[in-house]
């Protein structure tokens, strides 16, 4: 469905439409509804509704899951992320791939961002040691917010191929790029080395909005084995395009194999890696 939206306001005339402030907004808010179907996921759907739509914008607030646990978000910036995350199943294993992940001992989850991932992994496999990296500063709040007595390891830093710092580009929540930085300025974050988590990983889910090449670049890539990858792939900082056939080839290159994907009409997806 959203595909299609997007193809068709793609076209120039409506296009000049759509980008006129007010119908922009009207659009966007449309839209947002179809997310609120993950309302009926908690213990008070109404409330939750009433809350997103009126009551807490901006707000960071928890909620109890019928199947157990909480989410905690910041609302109207949050919920596609909760949408995807717990109602439609972004993440959710292949049937090929899912005996392979019947059990991982270890889950590293590379771009955090309001911990959504990392609860969700929690709730599918309580057992494993989870560890999420996550650099945005409003991110991290909303993230520890939720944090209780859940064996998730929070690393707040940013996942790059060297430790360091690093910039973050302007704006909030999902979305921010970020770029490595020689020394700590104004305003900078930590960075870490990820293959000195990767090394230990059964499972990743990296989703680092075009920090992912240089990671997917590294010739440490070849050394990772018995290891299953979900990433979310974008057109920044690809070294050629589609993106989708750029990670194909590092990956493949990396000696894995590569399937399950998912494309969208700006494309970006996700797609699945692993080593047998």
Known sequence: MMNTLRRIASLPGLRRVLLRPRVRRAVAALLALRFLRAALLTTTPIRFAVADLLTSRGRV???TLRDGGTVTLMHRRDLEAFHELMAAGEYEPPAALRSRLARPGRVLDI??????FAH???????DARITSIEPDPDNLAVFRAGLTDQPIVLVEAAAMTRPGHAALSSGSGAGRQVESRPDALAGSVPAVDVYEFLRDADF??????GGEWPILADPRLAE???LVWVIE?????APTLPARDAAQRLFEA???R???ERLNHWGHGTLWAWKD
Not at 120 to 126: D, I
Not at 233 to 237: I, P
């Open 61 to 63: 607030r928890s909620w």
């Open 111 to 116: 771009g955090g961002n309001i911990g959504m």
């Open 120 to 126: 969700w992994a929690h709730r599918r496999w309580p």
């Open 204 to 209: 990743v889910k990296m989703d680092i909005e």
């Open 224 to 226: 990772l084995d018995d």
């Open 233 to 237: 792939f974008h057109r920044a900082g």
């Open 254 to 256: 990396a000696g894995f």
């Open 258 to 260: 590569v399937g399950h």
